[in-house]
């Protein structure tokens, strides 16, 4: 029997921490819809890399179902699209609607924090960009990012090159940088204000251990054959890490040792910024401090 549930929730934390598992069992105990809030596995054809659910379940992606649970928005976007925040809240309020209709809690978890900051607050107004500042920004961002990120103010404080990029490209297009456009009123947020906001975050070391246990496993179930479909299609490797010292690594630059070594290490460093991020900027209902268990959807249910 299903224990429905009519307030949405959404789950976030750094990767590794066990969000996806929990996620999953929630879903399993609350007649809910898994929908995808990373703005990595929102891409096709790198399920390993991204660590996605899908991820050994490639057969499965077309039916947006796993083990009759429903999955929305994993592997939606093609790796040659430039998916941006406003693209990924027309995709999130569909899928928000089409969980309301179902009858069914909607259960937004990923690691993306602008993400899930615009599905609570919406997101400001921002202007159109023209071909020749999106290119432009891209190779600055490309050839250096250091230099890049020093055209920026510093109040932004992203680090990963998609999002330094898309600053980039406002800054050249308008001459006003982007953190004055979102400093505007904001606007479009999909979830309502009772939404259940969960953090899951366990310590660095915890982090540490499983990051390193898991980016092989990630290696063996596929990873390195999704970065050859990555250089023969010549789509861009910097949309996930990973990808990156995997395609250096089938183009002779750097050994294998050396791509599973700078993918743990850069993916040490993504998972300390989300800490970061999350600690100071969400706000959360409910804290999990630890690698969820199932003691801890009971909690969950039990207080919702």
């Known amino acids: 029997m299903w224990l429905m549930k009519t307030r949405d929730i959404i789950i976030v934390g750094p990767t590794a ?18 929908i995808n809030c990373d703005s990595v596995q929102i891409y096709r054809g790198i399920e390993n890399i991204s660590a996605s659910p899908f991820a050994g379940h490639i057969d499965e992606i077309n039916t947006e179902m796993l083990d009759g649970i429903p999955y929305k928005l994993f592997s939606v976007r093609d790796l040659s699209v430039q ?24 259960i937004f978890v990923g690691g993306t924090g602008y993400y899930a900051n615009a599905l609570l607050n919406g997101i400001s107004s921002m202007p159109d960009i023209g071909a020749d500042a999106r290119n432009r920004a891209r190779e600055l961002v490309a050839h250096d990012i250091i230099a890049a990120r020093k055209m920026l103010p510093v109040e932004f404080t992203a680090t990963d090159p998609q999002r330094v990029a898309r600053a980039l490209e406002v800054f050249l297009e ?19 204000a009772d939404t259940i906001k ?24 596929g990873a390195i054959d999704e970065a050859r479909t990555i250089i023969k299609n010549n789509w861009n490797p910097m949309r996930a890490i990973g990808a990156v010292q995997l395609v250096d690594y089938l183009n002779g630059k750097i050994s294998r ?21 999350f600690r100071g900027q969400f706000f959360a209902d ?13 909690k969950i249910i039990r207080n919702i």
Request: net charge neutral.
């Open 198 to 221: 969960i953090l899951i975050t366990p310590d660095a070391d915890t982090l540490r251990s499983r990051i390193a246990a898991r980016i092989p496993e990630m290696i063996d179930g």
């Open 17 to 34: 921490s066990g969000k996806s598992g929990f996620a999953d069992g929630l879903a399993r105990r609350i007649n809910g819809v898994i």
């Open 83 to 106: 998916q941006s925040v406003c693209d990924y809240l027309e995709l999130a309020r569909t899928a928000y609607a089409d969980a309301k209709k179902a009858g069914r809690t909607a």
């Open 286 to 298: 409910i804290t999990i401090n630890h690698v969820p268990t199932d003691d801890d959807i009971e």
């Open 257 to 277: 040792d050396d791509a599973i070594s700078n993918w743990i290490t850069k993916t040490n460093q993504y998972a300390k910024r989300q800490r970061t991020w």
């Open 174 to 192: 308008t001459g006003h940088h982007i953190t004055e456009f979102q400093h505007a009123e904001r606007t479009g947020a999909v979830l309502p």
